[in-house]
């Protein structure tokens, strides 16, 4: 019965819930929402300016500039540091498509990576060796909400004249070394999509930098590269952050760090229950690398059979995804890149082995008692 699909009596359990979420803000989520209403102040304007005042000081990071989505925040950021046709860019071939699709609208060409099979970030003693004298940027992802190991990486742009810009859209938040992601490379990159730990309620970006002239350049591309008025000093797009995305990320901001603590709250609930139910022979959960923090935008497990068990928990109301089943180089609009099968086995194998379970702040315990069972169910617990 276990394999069966039966539906057994359990706890339906999303993958993410973010209608429960907005429950518990609604009163102050229409009140912002009115806020920009009344002020009839839609494009930019104080809301845009006061979420960037708030995320820079959260961040630590000088200068926070808000954008349309993280998808965005990635083109700002190459075009900002003058990336184009004859440059290369050196990323992981283990992402969401935005990383890889970004380089290319720009006309740059991707270099791509193997990753670490402990934390799914991109091989930092790799990345050296993938530099050319055509290198122009190196894009770290922190995946599922933890820090790629940036001290090589960064080392090795130094050594070439790179710019580091970090893929930090699923982990605001994170650390390493005690300090920000966002702010060790030349710009940091951030989305706010819905089921981000920061989620807005539409698309919604950042970009982060230290450098104060970067950080002027990045407002001005956003916004058409206009400044003053009609006057285009460089070609920019609209790039903008729609103020009422603003507002209700406003509203949210505060509670991230308490969202964020769920999250961590409920990953060491995951590490318990899986070894009582004696699965951790089975099932190869997160690693949290030293000096590391994270903050599980996702919770990704390794298993066999993964298809099969993702059926069985479908069957059982168990919300689940996979990240990523295609590595970039097995994508069939980049068959160009001449990456045959085999050429990154380890992006490969967590392609076919990885399966992210729920591990929002809203999970209840109940909840994740029922994920666990299942999949001890599956596997003939």
Not at 115 to 130: E, K, Y
Not at 243 to 249: I, M
Not at 336 to 352: N, V, W
């Amino acid at each position: 019965m276990s394999r069966s699909g039966t539906r057994l009596s359990g706890t339906p359990v999303p993958l993410f819930d973010p209608a429960e979420q907005y429950g518990g803000l609604r009163r102050d989520v229409l009140a912002a929402i009115a806020r920009v209403c009344d002020s009839g102040r839609f494009i930019m304007g104080p809301e845009v300016d006061a979420l960037e005042t708030e995320l820079a000081a959260h961040l630590g990071i000088p200068h926070a500039v808000g954008v349309s989505s993280g998808t965005d925040a990635l083109l700002m950021a190459l075009m900002a540091l003058g990336i184009g046709p004859g440059d290369e860019v050196v990323t992981t071939t283990y992402s969401f498509f935005s990383t890889i699709g970004s380089i290319v609208r720009t006309g740059a060409r991707p270099v791509l990576v193997d990753i670490d099979p402990a934390t799914f970030n991109i091989d930092s003693r790799a990345v050296a060796a993938a530099i050319t004298p055509r290198t122009k940027a190196i894009i770290p992802v922190h995946l599922f909400g933890q820090s790629a190991d940036l001290e090589p990486i960064l080392a090795a742009a130094a050594r070439a004249g790179a710019a580091v810009i970090e893929d930090a859209a699923q982990a605001i938040g994170a650390t390493y070394q005690d300090r920000a992601v966002g702010g060790w490379g030349a710009i940091g990159c951030f989305s706010f999509f819905p089921t981000k730990n920061l989620g807005a309620l539409g698309d919604g970006g950042l970009v982060t930098t230290g450098d104060e002239a970067l950080a002027h350049r990045l407002r001005l591309l956003r916004n058409h590269g206009m400044e003053p008025k009609y006057c285009h000093t460089l070609v920019g797009g609209n790039f903008r952050l729609d103020a009422l995305q603003a507002a209700v990320l406003r509203v949210k901001l505060p509670h991230l760090a308490g969202w964020t603590a769920a999250r961590q709250r409920n990953a060491g609930r995951y590490r318990r229950l899986f070894e009582q139910a004696n699965l951790c022979g089975t099932v190869v959960l997160p690693v949290e690398a030293p000096g590391r923090s994270h903050v599980y935008n996702q919770f990704v497990i390794r298993v066999p059979e993964r298809d099969a068990l993702r059926r069985h928990l479908a069957s059982r109301e168990i919300g689940t995804e996979i990240y990523y089943p295609v590595p970039f180089h097995q994508q069939p609009c980049f068959a160009d890149l001449g990456c045959p099968a085999g050429a990154f086995p380890q992006a490969e194998r967590a392609a076919a082995e990885s399966l992210a379970l729920p591990v929002h702040g809203e999970l209840t315990e109940a909840q994740q008692s029922w994920v666990v069972e299942s999949v001890r169910a599956f596997y003939g617990g």
